[in-house]
């Protein structure tokens, strides 16, 4: 079925995702938590694309996002930009040392976020991909633990894993 990425006509299969299809055509939707050998995780939410079904415009994750109509995405709308540019932001917070985000921030012409300072900072950013690669091969030795301010990547019980 055809489907319309900023303005460029592209072919996509039913139950494909838009982030394959955009990669594919060669359309730029920035990702971090996302590995074509692990499934999707949709954690970092930096895919957001803004997506116009039937008249109807929302926000999806495009890792996760199958296309299953004739839609029209847009990868870098004004209120997508706004919305990535806050996620960046929060990141940075958390992981300010992080040369990659280090690089998004760049990219965006962002400034490194002074209203949030961390006492322990931290290069994770909590993608979630060492969890999920170790949950693959079997070992499952490390999982993300808790939620909000407090989740982070550790074994059960932060005791060290044999296995790891």
């Known amino acids: 079925m055809k489907i319309v ?13 838009l982030l394959t299809v955009a990669r594919r055509e060669g359309i730029h939707i920035p990702t971090l938590c996302h590995n074509d050998a692990l499934p999707g995780l949709a954690s970092c939410r930096l895919c957001i694309v803004e997506v ?3 008249g109807w415009h929302k926000v999806v994750t495009s890792c996760v996002y199958p296309v299953s109509a004739e839609i029209e995405v847009f990868t870098a709308s004004e209120k997508i930009l706004r919305m990535r540019k806050t996620l960046i932001m929060l990141l940075a917070a958390r992981a300010p040392e992080n040369e990659t985000i280090g690089k998004l921030m760049q990219e965006y012409g962002l400034e ?4 949030f300072k ?4 931290s290069d994770c950013i909590l993608c979630g991909l ?3 690669a170790c949950e ?3 070992a499952g030795a490390i999982s993300t633990v808790h939620r909000g301010v407090t989740k982070k990547i550790a074994t059960p019980f932060d005791d060290p894993a044999a296995d790891c």
Do not use: L, Q, T
């Not at 490194?112 to 209203?115: A, F, G, L, S």
């Open 5 to 17: 990425i900023d303005g460029k006509v592209c072919e996509a299969e039913r139950g494909e995702y």
């Open 52 to 54: 116009v079904e039937k």
């Open 112 to 115: 490194k976020p002074d209203r």
């Open 118 to 121: 961390k006492e322990n900072s």
């Open 130 to 132: 060492c969890a999920s």
């Open 136 to 138: 693959k091969i079997g």
